[in-house]
């Protein structure tokens, strides 16, 4: 949950360095791990210019090897956190069937005084045919909750789709989420990337969400693109 939050508030840094807009949808904490800085999960909402051709790169499963602050004998932990990047569809690209959905009402949980223990203004909705489920908790308003989790849920519906339309091919960062993409060692001050093999050291900096992010970005973008290029060629010889 520490690294979460560390990556969470690169791509944050990394939003702002590009001049896009990120608006927070959610951040969930853990009692024990909230003076810590730490969050269990977390959602935003990222626009601008190219800002999906580079953050899909980073989708997939994100592993630190450190002493964490939680350790008290110095021994070196291995933790994951993932990464999901979802492209948002317009309302003429994508639509949902109204009766497909279930809204749900509860209490918010967390910090937040009187009011969470008083107001059902948390929203959870499942689209019943795929069973996909967003919620939020965000907004005292259940107005606000409600339009926030129906934009959560038309991204994963939509990214579904997308997925399963292009499965086909090979893309860096839609396949298999359940593989490491990236190692971060502290220990031993670098970041490597196992999809192409590249190593970057300067955690911190990388951490910053700046320059170093940005060049490992467009290290996979033109490998990516190589990728492409080959299965062009290999279709082109198979045709002839």
Request: aromatic fraction near 8%.
């Amino acid at each position: 949950m520490l690294f979460t939050a560390e990556i969470f508030e690169m791509y944050q840094n990394f939003a702002a360095f590009h001049g896009w807009c990120f608006d927070i949808l959610e951040v969930t904490s853990m009692a024990y791990v909230v003076c810590l800085g730490g969050i269990r999960r977390a959602a935003a909402s990222i626009s601008g210019p190219l800002s999906y051709k580079k953050f899909k790169f980073e989708a997939g499963v994100h592993r630190v090897q450190r002493v964490p602050k939680t350790e008290s004998k110095g021994r070196i932990h291995t933790s994951t956190m993932t990464v999901a990047i979802l492209p948002q569809p317009t309302e003429i690209s994508f639509t949902i069937n109204p009766k497909d959905l279930r809204m749900e009402t509860k209490r918010a949980s967390g910090a937040g005084g009187q009011h969470v223990n008083t107001t059902d203004c948390a929203v959870r909705i499942v689209h019943l045919p795929t069973g996909t489920v967003a919620e939020c908790q965000q907004e005292r308003s259940q107005i606000k909750n409600k339009e926030t989790a129906m934009t959560l849920l038309r991204a994963k519906l939509y990214s579904a789709r997308l997925e399963e339309e292009t499965s086909k091919r090979y893309q860096i960062g839609t396949k298999g989420r359940s593989e490491k993409i990236r190692t971060y060692n502290f220990s031993q001050d670098r970041i490597t990337d196992h999809r192409i093999g590249k190593t970057i050291h300067d955690l911190h900096g990388f951490l910053q969400g700046e320059e170093l992010l940005e060049e490992m970005i467009v290290f996979l973008q033109q490998f990516s693109e190589q990728e492409s290029l080959m299965d062009i060629l290999e279709d082109d010889d198979q045709n002839q």
